[in-house]
């Protein structure tokens, strides 16, 4: 069963597949149903509506269950590993590089709290966006058994831009369990 849209004069009613009942809309409005929706697709209509397709829902939270000897990290990056998702909704955190790919233009939030444990080092662990460091955290109280090094921001990013978390100085000697990397896409662009 096909949708059916009826135009009054500055109200709209339509029915459609589920016969939930009508939808009635105010003012000027443009339907557009688009059956192979893609996610580089969106416009913004003359009337100010803006359209775009269903895949704009991103988010991530990665976590570290276990803990982690700085001899496992076995890159010359540095980059801090996660080992567990608690969400990845489109699918664009890869665990095992432990690395956010945007897969749209926006502005998107991120936040993460590293723990280091029996550790009288400071760390700081940099936020890397395509390999450069946009906003660090420090811990380093010498007097604590765990400390955490957290911070949050708000970026814009483009399409592919990747956002990673590398260990800048110190290291996480006796672990970092409990250590998170979270985000999502506060609005497309």
Known sequence: MLPLVILGFGVAFSLGQNDTGPLVLEGKCLVVCDANPSAERAFTSSFG????????????????GTNHEPSDMSNTSLTIYFDQLLVNIGNHFDLQASVFQAPRRGIYSFSFHVVKVYNRQTIQVNLMHNEYPIISAFAGDQDVTREAASNSVLLQMEREDKLYLKLERGNLMGGWRYSTFSGFLVFPL
């Open 49 to 64: 509506i803006s359209v775009q397709a269903g895949d704009a829902k991103v988010a991530f939270s990665a976590l570290r």
